[in-house]
């Protein structure tokens, strides 16, 4: 199940076989994709191919969370973010709106990315470091 909102009625669960509505929606979800418990996806969200979403996971409209992206539990997703392809996600982060992220990114447990915010990030294929700006 996931959970879509409905203006003056809140927060509705639907299974993952109603197309009809993900398509009126504007919600495109790839293959392969494992959706957690507890998800709640707004208007306008393209999910590419092999993503994970753990449980308790918001994410707002205007959304876009590229191919082989892991994003774990507890986790928000502001309105307006771009998440590269093969990113890993945390427990716990908070992506403010507005915020992009790049390809074969890391961010670990409870890190917050909001305007004007300095963040740590490693690339999963070389495991350099680098200091990210917004």
Same mark, same amino acid.
């Given at each position: ?10 927060w509705?669960?639907?299974d993952l076989n ?6 009126k929606r ?11 418990d507890d998800?709640? /996806? @707004?208007?306008? $969200?393209?999910? *590419? +191919?092999d =993503?994970? #979403? %753990?449980n308790?996971?918001?994410?707002? &409209?205007? !959304? ?11 986790t928000? /997703? @502001?309105?307006w $973010?771009?998440i *590269? +392809?093969? =990113?890993? #996600? %945390?427990n716990n982060?908070?992506?403010? &709106?507005? !915020? ?12 917050? /990315?909001?305007?004007n ?15 990210v700006?917004?």
């Amino acid at each position: 199940m996931i959970h879509l909102w409905e203006e003056y009625q809140g927060w509705l669960e639907y299974d993952l076989n109603e197309t009809e509505e993900f398509i009126k929606r504007g919600i495109m979800i790839g293959a392969h994709v494992e959706i957690g418990d507890d998800v709640q /996806i @707004g208007n306008n $969200v393209w999910i *590419g +191919n092999d =993503v994970k #979403i %753990g449980n308790n996971v918001w994410i707002d &409209d205007d !959304v876009q969370i590229g191919s082989g992206t892991v994003i774990e539990y507890d986790t928000h /997703i @502001g309105t307006w $973010v771009s998440i *590269g +392809n093969n =990113v890993w #996600i %945390g427990n716990n982060v908070m992506l403010d &709106d507005d !915020v992009k992220i790049g390809d074969n990114l890391f961010l670990d447990d409870g890190t917050a /990315i909001n305007y004007n915010s300095h963040i740590v990030v490693r690339s999963k294929q070389n495991e350099n470091i680098k200091k990210v700006s917004s």
